[in-house]
């Protein structure tokens, strides 16, 4: 079975970057639309971007648009390049995959999710 597994995160001054990468062990991403999320202690889970695995399209949650971008390096491997961070994009960012063709906000449409990687943004 595929799994996910998150790198890249840590601490960052405000304004920084950091590129977060999501890795499919064990063959390649089994959905069509790949996803990443975010989850902020104390918050509820919360979309950030999505992409069609076959290069459909992407969407942006407006906190980030303009700001990060999702990406897919063959198939297994997807991105999210995060510039200019603020401290409000602290949190627990995990990538998904889901079936649908659908660039979906809610987590309840992806399948299958990875651990997370931690990223801290410091003012």
């Known amino acids: 079975q595929v799994q996910l597994g998150e790198s890249g995160g840590g601490l960052v001054q405000a304004g920084g970057s950091l590129k977060l990468s999501c890795t499919a062990s064990g063959g390649s991403f089994s959905g069509n639309t790949l996803a990443w999320f975010r989850q902020a202690p104390g918050k509820e889970r919360e979309f950030v971007a999505a992409m069609h695995r076959v290069g459909l399209g992407e969407r942006y949650a407006d906190s980030v648009k303009g700001r990060f971008t999702v990406s897919r390096e063959n198939e297994n491997m997807l991105y999210l390049q995060m510039n200019s961070l603020r401290p409000e994009d602290t949190a627990v960012y995990s990538c998904?995959?889901?079936?649908?063709?659908?660039?979906?906000?809610?987590?309840?449409?992806?399948?299958?999710w990875g651990q997370g990687t931690q990223v801290t943004v410091s003012s």
């Open positions: 998904a995959t889901s079936d649908s063709y659908i660039l979906g906000y809610s987590p309840a449409i992806y399948t299958h």
